[in-house]
């Protein structure tokens, strides 16, 4: 039996649209093997409806990697336990296709690199912000060119945290991306440019009174941000509470909010503050997750 466990991840962070990410301290595991024939898959705290068949997103990531790397298992066994909510912008589809392509990795004997991986996830993804550090864990930069991509891992300092504020509504991918702008302005470009520099510079020296400048975005929040209940005032809320930087989480609809300092006084006000809000939010704290992808095998 193969075991894999892959963080959550939270992508764009700000102005890195499409380019920064990090693992986060919630987790998909998947236990999978190689079985006489057939295919049987069991889903459990999924959080939602998992097809049990090939469009099974973790299957359909294996049969990639196989694919790949010529090998034809005679049957499979999928067994998915995720603790990262679906749909909200944490990298539950990076969980599924990177356990998945770990897994597949190990069965056909190893063939491909954390590179081929990594490239194989990002073509299925559409872009490598949450794949890179479900896969290496820390705050990753991630370029692509052609079909290759490269990536680098930050190990971040503990004590920097994020905060998770997490809806019970969700904003589908499709639908978040495709009220964005085909071309955006000159000015906002350099915006985004200089601030997306900054911030994995304040991140990798903690320099944490610099983030709240560096975080601004203008290619993809203030577009996005019409899909989310009182955003407006939940960023500004954050900041009152101690936030360093908040952020869109990849399309959201989770907010983030970078802490240092006082973390469970930041949960207890930001809970108060969302019972006045008609959708109902949890906020919690988690960290960064620095190690990335884990397999074991049980024999």
Request: hydrophobic residues 35%.
């Amino acid at each position: 039996m193969i075991k894999v466990k892959v963080p959550a991840s939270s992508a764009n962070m700000g102005a890195g649209f499409d380019t920064l990410g990090v693992a986060l301290s919630l987790y998909s595991r998947i236990e999978t093997e190689e079985t006489e024939s057939g295919l049987i898959i069991e889903t459990k705290n999924t959080g939602g409806y998992v097809p049990t068949d090939k469009n099974n997103l973790v299957y359909r990531a294996m049969q990639a990697v196989f694919e790949k790397a010529e090998y034809k298992p005679k049957g499979l066994f999928i067994r998915q336990n995720s603790d990262i909510p679906m749909t909200r912008g944490l990298g539950s589809s990076s969980g599924c296709i990177i356990g998945g392509m770990l897994a597949a990795n190990v069965i056909s004997g190893r063939k491909l690199s954390y590179r081929d991986i990594l490239n194989l996830a990002s073509e299925m993804e559409g872009h490598p912000d949450n794949a890179a550090p479900a896969l290496y864990g820390g705050m990753c930069i991630s370029l692509q060119s052609g079909e290759q991509v490269f990536t680098r891992s930050i190990k971040l300092d503990p004590k920097i945290k994020f905060a998770v504020m997490i809806p019970d509504f969700f904003v589908a991918t499709k639908k978040s991306r495709g009220v964005l702008p085909d071309y955006v302005p000159r000015k906002d470009a350099s915006f985004n440019i200089q601030r997306a520099s900054m911030f994995a510079y304040a991140m990798e020296h903690g320099d944490m009174e610099m983030l709240r400048y560096a975080v601004s975005d203008k290619l993809h929040q203030q577009y996005r941000r019409v899909y989310i209940d009182g955003f407006d005032g939940i960023v500004k809320h954050s900041y009152e509470c101690g936030s360093r930087a908040t952020y869109l989480s990849g399309s959201g609809p989770t907010i983030v909010s970078i802490v240092d300092d006082n973390y469970n006084r930041f949960t207890e006000l930001m809970h108060r503050y969302f019972k006045a809000n008609e959708h109902e939010w949890v906020c919690r704290v988690l960290d960064i997750d620095n190690v990335g992808s884990v397999v074991s095998t049980l024999r």
